[in-house]
């Protein structure tokens, strides 16, 4: 069975609920999930139901951006090359494609640079900056990278390379000295929005510079659709895991519309490659597009998908995403082998639940790997994970994940005595731990959670938005629901609580799943939990879980995905 959990059902205004079905005519359910989330009014719900590409923000409230463009339209006016600087996640290999071929659309010459994981490490490289200005490049612009580059700006402006950087992490104190630095996440920076992903900023770079083209007549009646480019603006932010909210929430909705509707020749051969036809969902995306084209990134260079989603040649494309499909099926090894090594040496460390945080290392594992298994930690145990991958040196690079209440990139600053170099967020940072410093380094970060973190915040929580009775169950409602989408961060599926069900049966199916028949009322529902056998299933039951309808053997059928169980009082297990 799953781990144990806190349920907490969400409180709502009745009143606004009840407005919401009468005005939007909807189901009572789905007012009261609307309700739960905040949406309260018909107008804000009704503007959440239908998201619309007309709520884009002016990209120009964000700070410098103003310098960008007016350095880009130098950059279109004089032809000069760029050379996009990127990341190689999702992320920066999404916003990286995205600008080169944006670019180019508007009559810019762009080329792009990846850095290797393993031999440039994250972020801009000086070494690498010099090549790009001997090669005569007068423009850089980063992606998803750079805003605590201070130390590599000021070379830049030493070698006389201009340097506009594009980023959403973390900035530093101080700013990078750059022709323009754009992040909504700036103290001094008014755009409204904080939660862009890395292409999300760069999209609006180019919205920006397509207004000020137009504006001064330099696009000749050929203005771009920047709409074309979305699917790819869509992969990369729901694939770095930023809230599915606002901005957000309005270019994925209409980016998956493009990936379903036809896409990019490179998007199409891995849609192939992972069996996705037809429209696509943000869960698709997440855990089947983005791993595919993360994992060369991983395990050795990222630019196979780059490549991958600027070719317009059917064969290549094909050849790149199996080359990628290949390279995700070995990360997945490599993950199962680490994590078991890791659960291990736990063991082997006499960790118990007693300890308030999980720090391992070896030297068997591949640093770009580390990251998802401290996640798939995170998850088993509730609690802070990092994982290091050590080098010769006796140091190692590490990836960690948190939990919500334990803030990851402040508790790293709390240990930088041990530290080389870290950045990240509150959820989710990268580090590179000094020689000899490993054991201290642990030793100081189990006490940082253990001051920060009480019992209670160990526990996970299952939050419900609203209560279902039997006869709320429709497919209409399953359809009510599925306007929610996407789901993600900041916009969960929603969770329902059923009370009072009895069981008439329980069976495990499958790869330990379990498969249950619910009466209420004399009415009957099957569930399913994947990957939830094991153990007595009480005789009385409340369920948390998702409605939905199963197509197996070609016919529709309402059933409940089952997110979590519990006895009702005074009932025995089967």
């Known amino acids: 069975m799953a781990m144990k959990k806190h349920w907490h059902l969400k409180a709502y205004n009745p009143e606004s609920a009840t407005a919401l079905a009468e005005v939007l005519d909807i189901s009572p359910v789905t007012a009261r999930i609307l309700a ?130 594009t980023d959403h992490h973390q900035p530093l104190e101080q700013l990078p000295d750059a022709v323009a630095v754009l992040n909504p996440h700036r103290p001094d920076c008014p755009y409204p929005f904080k939660g862009l992903a890395g292409v999300g900023v760069a999209f609006c770079l180019l919205v920006a510079l397509r207004s000020s083209l137009r504006e001064l007549g330099l696009l000749n009646g050929n203005e771009p659709d920047l709409r074309q480019w979305l699917d790819l603006v869509a992969l990369g932010t729901i694939a770095d895991m930023v809230p599915l909210t606002g901005q957000n929430r309005l270019l994925v909705s209409a980016g998956l519309q493009r990936m379903g509707d036809g896409c990019r020749t490179g998007l199409a051969a891995l849609k192939s490659v992972s069996g996705i036809k037809g429209p696509v969902s943000g869960g698709q995306v997440g855990f089947r597009l983005a791993p595919r084209l993360n994992a060369a990134g991983r395990l050795e260079s990222a630019l196979p998908g780059v490549e991958l989603l600027l070719t317009n040649d059917p064969a290549k494309a094909a050849r790149l995403a199996q080359d990628l499909d290949t390279a995700n099926i070995e990360r997945q090894q490599v993950e199962r082998r680490i994590f078991d090594e890791a659960e291990a040496l736990m063991q082997l460390n006499g960790w118990s639940d007693q300890r308030f945080s999980i720090v391992l290392c070896s030297p068997f594992w591949h640093p770009g790997v580390v990251g998802i298994v401290a996640s798939r930690l995170v998850e088993r145990y509730f609690r802070p994970a990092i994982l290091i991958a050590q080098n010769e040196e006796g140091g190692g690079k590490g990836s960690g994940r948190s939990i919500p209440g334990f803030h990851l990139l402040d508790a790293l600053h709390a240990s930088s005595s041990h530290l080389l170099r870290y950045g990240g967020h509150k959820a989710a940072a990268g580090l590179t731990v000094k020689t000899d410093e490993l054991e201290a380094f642990t030793t100081a970060f189990e006490q940082i959670a253990a001051l920060q973190l009480a019992d209670a915040d160990l526990t996970p929580v299952l939050t419900i938005d609203a209560e279902l009775a039997m006869d709320d169950l429709s497919l209409g409602l399953v359809k009510e629901i599925e306007r929610l989408a996407p789901f993600g961060i900041g916009n969960a599926e929603p969770t329902l609580l059923m009370r009072n069900l009895r069981v008439l049966e329980a069976r495990t199916v499958g790869e330990g799943h379990l498969k249950m028949r619910l009466e209420k009322d004399t009415k009957i529902i099957p569930a399913i939990g994947w990957r939830m056998a094991g153990g007595p299933v009480p005789t009385m039951i409340d369920l948390a879980g998702t409605p939905e309808i199963d197509t197996w053997g070609g016919t529709e059928r309402l059933q409940m995905r089952i997110k979590g169980i519990r006895p009702v009082e005074g009932s025995h297990g089967t």
Do not use: W
């Open 36 to 165: 739960s989330r905040g949406l309260e009014t018909p107008d804000s719900a009704n503007n959440f139901l239908a998201p619309s590409l007309s709520g884009m923000l002016d990209p120009f409230m964000m700070a410098d951006m103003k310098q960008a463009v007016t350095r880009l339209v130098r950059v279109r006016q004089q032809d000069e090359p760029v050379c996009i600087y990127g990341d190689y996640d999702v992320d920066g290999i999404t916003a990286t494609a995205l600008l080169v071929s944006a670019f180019s659309a508007m009559g810019i010459r762009a080329n792009y640079h990846i850095p290797h994981r393993m031999e440039d490490g994250y972020g801009l490289n000086r070494e690498a900056l010099q090549q790009l200005a001997d090669q005569g490049y007068h423009l850089v612009i980063s992606v998803d990278c750079g805003v605590t580059a201070v130390e590599e700006a000021r070379l830049c402006r030493e070698i006389g390379l201009d340097l506009i950087i």
